[in-house]
């Protein structure tokens, strides 16, 4: 199980990051964040760090309330936990409030790293997960399931897409 998590992780790995470097240098003029933050490195080398971060953390089971990798996540623990372990950056602990922190971000301006929410329990901003890239996002989706990857374009993630919110690091 562990060999298939890190395989799979490699290959998303290999997927993403040539994505992200190609996007720091095509398009370095288009990200609103400042460029390099308070412990050096450009945004870009950060964001790569949060969907590396993430990724190591697929098949964490999903714990309600859980913050940490040995007693599980749920959507807005594994958001703190990446962001605390990547940056030292603390978050609100839950996924509305969590909404308001940083810029608001067009869906179609995305970026490695932006925070995305989504309306899963009829209630706006219930859900939150990290954008990776490639129209994918990584979250603790709910009881019974494991941290994942998920497209936002499918029709579930997008019937319940609520906006997304880039994080000043």
């Known amino acids: ?11 998303i790995a290999f997927t993403v990051l040539p994505v992200l470097a190609a996007e720091e240098v095509a398009e370095p003029a288009a990200v609103s964040p400042p ?3 308070a ?3 450009g945004y870009f080398d950060r964001a790569r760090e949060l969907v590396i971060q993430a990724l190591t953390l697929i098949g964490v089971n999903y714990k309600y309330g859980g913050s940490s990798p040995d007693r599980g996540f749920d959507c ?3 958001v703190t936990h990446v962001f605390q372990e990547v940056i030292g950056l603390t978050l ?3 996924s509305q409030a969590m909404s308001r922190v940083g810029e608001k971000v067009d869906k179609t301006e995305l970026q490695p790293g932006d925070l995305v929410f989504f309306n899963t329990r009829r209630q706006p901003f219930s859900h939150v997960g990290i954008y990776i890239g490639e129209e994918r996002f990584v979250h603790a989706p709910r009881r019974g ?5 998920s ?3 499918s029709r579930y993630w997008n019937n319940r897409y609520n906006g997304a919110r880039r994080v000043n690091f």
């Open 92 to 94: 609100p602990r839950n």
């Open 76 to 78: 807005s623990g594994l």
């Open 35 to 37: 460029t390099v933050s």
């Open 145 to 149: 399931r494991d941290v994942e990857v």
């Open 1 to 11: 199980m562990k060999k298939t998590i890190t395989t799979l992780v490699g290959l």
């Open 39 to 41: 412990s050096g490195g």
């Open 151 to 153: 497209n936002l374009h």
